[in-house]
């Protein structure tokens, strides 16, 4: 991870932090879990529940969000998936360096949309060093709009 995505990943925990709780027991704080924890990345320290945090950067303040976010492992995502487990989604946007908006996209939500939502990537090349590994995307273009709830955004 490059120094700019670990600056922008501590400064989206700490605006969930900040500026939500938690959305399954309406409590805070929300707290980072240690780097490279397997399919999620937040928990709240009252309940236990845990979620994924992705940071996207916006080109213009006014652009709207992307079709796709690019996730990670497939393997451990599929296996939850089938085991029917679904753990929210924050999307933290930035522009100019600072956090400006967060979005959620509920477990409800990604299991009534599985199908349209998640779309594994091909594994990686022979040749790449992490040759076979294999991660998915978030196809979120395809989710009805008001499946994307906003939780915060920064007052101008």
């Not at 497939?74 to 400006?100: C, D, E, H, S």
């Amino acid at each position: 991870m490059t120094d700019d995505k670990k600056i922008q990943e501590k400064i989206s925990f700490s605006a969930i932090r900040k500026n939500v709780d938690c959305q399954n027991c309406g409590r805070s704080p929300l707290v980072a879990l240690p780097p490279n924890y397997p399919t999620v990345d937040i928990v709240c320290q009252f309940c236990s529940q845990t979620a994924q945090v992705k940071s996207l950067r916006l080109r213009r303040i006014d652009s709207g969000l992307p079709n796709i976010i690019t996730a990670a492992a497939w393997g451990p995502q599929k296996k939850r998936m089938n085991a029917g487990i679904f753990q929210p989604l924050y999307i933290v946007t930035f522009y100019g360096g600072k956090a400006i908006s967060i979005l959620y996209i509920s477990p409800g939500v990604q299991k009534k949309y599985q199908k349209i939502l998640f779309k594994k990537r091909k594994p990686l090349p022979d040749y790449n060093k992490r040759a076979g590994w294999q991660g998915f995307n978030y196809m979120i273009g395809n989710l009805p709009k008001k499946s994307l709830k906003l939780l915060w955004r920064r007052k101008h």
